[in-house]
């Protein structure tokens, strides 16, 4: 039997009260027996949909093609409660019908590894596929041939290294040779399926046991594009000690996809970038990687460290870097950590003196400049506030109204020292 937070065992109480049998099954359950605490629940049951919609009026119907139905438990507390009640059914048709069944095992049958084919209700413990033994044995085993399922559904290819990742399991010799067989099917799957598991398996706990599988079976390729195929010697090395070593930092995916673009050439990292289609912060934060890693690295001195900040605004993209860097510290047993040390020293010591990065920490904007006469025109202004912030990178202790003022007007006037603002001269 496996623990079950209350919010689970009154629901499953409340379909057995009205007749209905109910078991917590999946992942939820493996979850349980490797010592998690998993907020997402699975809650099959033989109760069709309008059964369970009049049971739990409260809940929100996220499938009426499949039957299911979600409830939200602890709302107000950080670690929420989801619970999905479904029907318990057998695997879609080819026409993508679904058909429903009465039989709890004829619904575990369906799932794809036997280690997410187990259910328990508080009274009946269900495994009729081996899963107990096979996580006993720390061992990824389909239910049914593995050849056939992945050739069917090459996504589960990756669902078994995401349970490596996850738990660090090995795969039987069977679906080792499935894959070996059939990963080049993977290259075909939706680019935001193959971005999600790829991301989920890097930020495994086990991930790095994970990416060596998919390194070693071919697999690699066929997730990140032509980049895969062309490793240089340096690469190939550094993609070993990454796989090795990548377990040893914090199971954190933008992080470690990081650590894998920053091995590469830059033209590579971008390519890799394109194909998995990263969007937003992250794929700012990777492009980052794959351009500007070096000149992060290099950037020791107060006033460069603040410019390299500046020129990669928000704050938050060069804190990316830091960490990253504080992980390839670890990963390449890198000796940086002076460097890193000294950014981190750095970064204190311009939070204490309130030191201007950015435009915002000037004391004067465009308005000043407009009431001083400087200029009228609001994109002129905005350009001398930039200049402005550059220069303070250097003399901080100029952000003052008279100081930054006259810096304005002289900048207006010289575009010699407009030029050479960023220009610190030794004496």
Same mark, same amino acid.
């Given at each position: ?23 917590? @099954?999946?992942?939820?359950v ?5 010592g998690?605490?998993? %907020? ?20 929100? $119907? ?14 107000? @507390? ?16 080819e ?34 596929f081996?899963?107990?033994?096979? #996580? ?12 056939? %399922?992945?050739?069917?559904?090459? $996504?589960? #290819? ?20 499935a $894959? ?10 939706? $680019? ?7 991301? @989920?398996i ?21 997730i ?21 070593? #990548? ?17 590469l ?37 107060? @006033? ?11 704050? +938050? ?30 970064l ?21 400049? #407009? +009431?001083?006469?400087?200029?009228d ?51």
């Amino acid at each position: 039997m496996i623990k079950m937070p209350k919010e689970v065992k009154e629901i499953i109480r409340a379909l057995r009260d009205k007749g209905y049998e109910a078991y917590a @099954a999946g992942i939820c359950v493996r979850s349980c027996l490797a010592g998690e605490k998993p %907020l997402d629940w699975d809650v099959n049951t033989n109760a069709g949909l309008d059964a369970i919609k009049e049971i739990f009026p409260e809940g929100e $119907v996220v499938s009426e093609k499949f039957s299911v139905v979600r409830l939200y438990g602890n709302e107000d @507390a950080e670690d929420q409660i989801i619970t999905d009640i479904g029907t318990f059914r057998m695997k879609t048709a080819e026409d993508g019908t679904v058909p429903f069944t009465d039989d709890v095992k004829e619904d575990l049958r369906r799932r794809d590894f036997t280690v997410n084919a187990m259910a328990d209700n508080g009274f009946e413990f269900i495994d009729e596929f081996g899963g107990r033994s096979d #996580m006993q044995a720390k061992l990824v085993r389909t239910i049914g041939s593995a050849d056939e %399922l992945f050739r069917k559904e090459p $996504v589960k #290819m990756l669902k078994a290294l995401r349970i490596t990742a996850s738990l660090g399991y090995d795969l039987t010799k069977d679906v080792y040779e499935a $894959v070996l067989k059939n990963h080049a099917l993977v290259r075909d799957l939706p $680019v935001k399926n193959l971005r999600g598991d790829f991301m @989920a398996i890097m930020g495994g706990p086990s991930g790095g046991k994970a990416l060596n599988m998919i390194v070693d079976m071919g697999m690699l390729p066929d997730i990140i594009g032509e980049a895969g195929e062309k490793l240089s010697g340096r690469e190939k090395s550094d993609l070993m000690t990454l796989c090795q070593n #990548m377990d040893k930092t914090k199971p954190i995916a933008s992080r470690r996809m990081g650590a894998l673009i920053s091995i590469l050439s830059e033209k590579k990292g971008l390519s890799v970038i394109d194909r998995l289609d990263f969007t937003g912060k992250i794929r700012l934060n990777l492009t980052d990687v794959a351009k500007d890693l070096p000149s992060f690295h290099f950037a020791q001195q107060p @006033a460069a460290y603040k410019k390299f900040i500046y020129e990669h605004e928000p704050m +938050e993209r060069s804190d990316y870097l830091l960490n990253l860097q504080k992980a390839l510290m670890i990963i390449f047993d890198y000796s940086i950590e002076t460097k890193v040390k000294s950014k981190m020293y750095l970064l204190n010591e311009f939070e204490r003196n309130n030191d201007p990065i950015f435009v915002e920490d000037l004391v004067i904007n465009a308005e000043d400049l #407009m +009431e001083e006469g400087i200029s009228d025109d609001p994109e002129e202004c905005d350009k001398l506030l930039h200049m402005l912030v550059e220069r303070l990178h250097i003399e901080p202790k100029k952000n003052t109204r008279r100081d930054l003022l006259e810096l304005a007007k002289k900048y207006k006037k010289n575009k010699m020292a407009a030029y050479l603002r960023g220009v610190s001269w030794i004496r």
